[in-house]
Each structure stands twice: as C-alpha cells, then as structure tokens.
C-alpha cells in the first residue's frame, strides 16, 4: 500500500534519511522506535507529502508523491495525527468533524453528522459533540484528531508520538482507542515511545537511527530477541525505560 524507494531527504546540508526503502502492506499495526531526531517524523511527513524528497519516490495506493496533482488525495488516503493536533477553534467538535467529508469528499451534511456520531461514540466522546476545543482535555482532544481523522476514511493512519504531551492518564485513554482501532483491523504506522504499548499492539516494529534502518521485525522477534542482542536497540531501550 506504501512504497518508500531508495528516498534521500535533506534539511539543508543535514541529510536525514538516505537511500531509505520500506514497503507498509494492506493490514496491521507497525510501530516505529528510534532515538529523537533520528527520521521518524521525516518518515511519516514524506508520506503524507508534507515534505518533498530530494530523489526515490513514494507511492501510495498506486499514486506517486512526486506529482503534486496526487498530492490532496494522498493525504486522504494516510490521515496524520500529530503530537499536539490542532483543532479548528471557531467550530464545535461536530463541525470540526464534518468539514472536510462535506466539503473534500461532498458528503452529504447528514451522512457526514451520521458518521461522525459515530466515530464520537467510538471515541469515547459522544457527550462533547457540541464543545469547542478550548473546552476538551488534552487527551480528549487527541481522540478528536483521530475520529476526524477516520472520518475520512483513511487507507492507514500515521500518528506521530501523540501521547507525548498528555499526562500519563490521558495518554492511557489514547492508547486504549488505539488498541481498539486495532483490534478493529484499523491499519496504523504510529511513532511512539510507549514501549509496552507498542509491544501490545503492533505486528512489526521498524526501529531507526540516523535515518537508517536498524531493524525490521516481527514482534515477537523485536521484543523477545533484537531488544536484548541488537546492541544498537538494547543501548536505546535501556535509555528510555530509565
Ligand atoms: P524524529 O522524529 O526521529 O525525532 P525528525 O524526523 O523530526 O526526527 O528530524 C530528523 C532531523 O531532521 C533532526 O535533526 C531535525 O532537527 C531535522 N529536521 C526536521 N525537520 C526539519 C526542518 N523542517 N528543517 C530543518 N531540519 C529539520
Ligand atoms: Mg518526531
């Protein structure tokens, strides 16, 4: 469904990632693991078409990112959440909610409030559908991003660490809706450094560093070998559970 060919990205004299290659298929959850500034954003920001590669491509579903003509459609196909998502502030929730099928895909306004109710009911948030974004926690406005997100009805979402500004209490409530979404076959490349969520929740985990690709694995290969005798990935796991 994703195909990143042998892409160079740079900031300036700084490259970031080279000569990278990954392929995400059709199904699962793959959880991304690295060290800070090494790639994981850039990844993710390639995909989505939010940053232009210096060479390779990217596909997604059959369209490349290098024609600027795909580039609205891509970015329906991966919904992106970010760690702090901003929520228009002068519409309620169910507006927010509603914009974009309405006017990106010309839903119907009544199958568009139809489905966001219950995507909110799916979230948790049934009761907030009227708030504006000032009026929501944290954590509750995370859960907002990812059913506006969906409302799309996206081919993958990408979620960028976005439990890392929430307290450990809205970031649990976050990550239950995403254990949810993936029991419910929601296909998911996440960035995070909740580790033992990511253990609980993802088929294959994709660990980089300095923009290279340390390892590619199955869970169960990541969490019972590579995390102990890939020398690279024990030195960073030790790090984080500090
Ligand atoms: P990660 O998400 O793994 O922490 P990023 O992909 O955000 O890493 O960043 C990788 C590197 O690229 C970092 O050194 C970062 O400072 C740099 N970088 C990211 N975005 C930009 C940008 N827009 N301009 C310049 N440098 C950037
Ligand atoms: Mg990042």
Redesign the pocket.
């Known amino acids: 469904m994703i195909e990143v060919k042998n892409i160079t990205k740079s900031?300036?004299d700084?490259t970031?990632l080279k000569n990278f290659n990954i392929n995400f298929d059709e199904k699962g959850v793959t959880v991304i693991l690295?060290?800070?500034?090494?790639?994981?954003?850039?990844?993710l920001?390639c995909i989505n078409g939010l940053?232009t590669i210096d060479s390779g491509d990217i596909i997604v579903d059959g369209l490349s990112v290098l024609d600027k003509r795909n580039l609205r459609q891509i970015r329906l196909k991966c919904g992106m959440v970010f760690q702090s998502t901003i929520l228009f502030p002068h519409l309620t929730v169910l507006e927010n909610l509603i914009l974009s099928p309405v006017k990106l895909l010309k839903m119907k306004k009544s199958d568009a409030t139809e489905r966001a109710r219950a995507l909110l009911a799916k979230v948790g948030l049934t009761t907030k559908e009227k708030s504006m974004h000032n009026e929501l926690s944290g954590g509750e406005q995370q859960r907002i991003a990812i059913a506006r997100a969906l409302m799309m009805n996206p081919s993958a979402l990408l979620l960028?660490?976005i439990t890392s500004a929430l307290d450990p209490e809205m970031s649990a409530e976050v990550l239950r809706l995403l254990e949810k979404l993936a029991a419910d076959g929601v296909v998911m490349l996440i960035?995070t450094h909740e580790l033992s969520f990511a253990q609980r929740v993802s088929q294959r985990v994709i660990f980089?560093e300095s923009?290279s690709l340390v390892a590619d694995a199955q869970n169960n290969d990541f969490f019972n070998n590579l995390k102990y005798n890939n020398e690279r990935i024990a030195r960073f796991m030790q790090h984080i559970m500090q």
Do not use: A, C
């Open positions: 900031f300036g700084l970031v690295g060290p800070s500034g090494t790639g994981k954003s850039t990844l920001r940053e960028d660490e960035v980089l923009g």
